[in-house]
């Protein structure tokens, strides 16, 4: 009953013979396993051309979502582009007002005068005082 199995290489009938293994059979699907792999690269590779000369002819915005918006400026205030510049500008145009004779109106005599000519008339003549509005 207990009766022994042998192993798959003491039968002499579970070993291969020589003649068994179809090396021909093998490399022609080992062939055409390469020829497959070749054929889908190929056409793969085309694929990508096709996709990317679509790609090139179609004009895409730059951003999608401001279509129609590129004449639209944001609200007041806006950010500066170039804030040194601008900073430059203002000091510039604040000392020519501060540093130099200008007409504010010809007809009515009003001159604009340097800041330091202003502070040096003012200390000689002195603030004008309002004496009636202090007493009551």
């Not at 021909?24 to 390469?34: K, P």
Request: no cysteine; proline share 9%.
């Amino acid at each position: 009953m207990n009766e022994r199995h042998p192993a798959p290489h003491d039968r002499p009938e579970a070993q291969p013979a020589a003649g068994d293994v179809n090396f021909t059979a093998v490399l022609g699907f080992a062939g055409a396993l390469v020829a497959t792999a070749v054929v889908v690269h190929l056409l793969v590779w085309v694929l990508f051309r096709v996709f990317d000369s679509r790609e090139t002819t179609r004009v895409v915005p730059e951003y999608p979502l401001a279509i129609g918006a590129a004449d639209r400026q944001p609200p007041e205030p806006r950010l500066q582009n170039k804030p040194r510049e601008d900073l430059r500008l203002l000091r510039d145009q604040e000392d020519d007002l501060l540093n130099n004779y200008r007409w504010v109106d010809r007809n009515a005599g009003i001159v604009r005068i340097p800041i330091d000519e202003a502070i040096k008339i003012t200390a000689r003549r002195g603030l004008p005082s309002q004496q009636g509005k202090a007493a009551q």
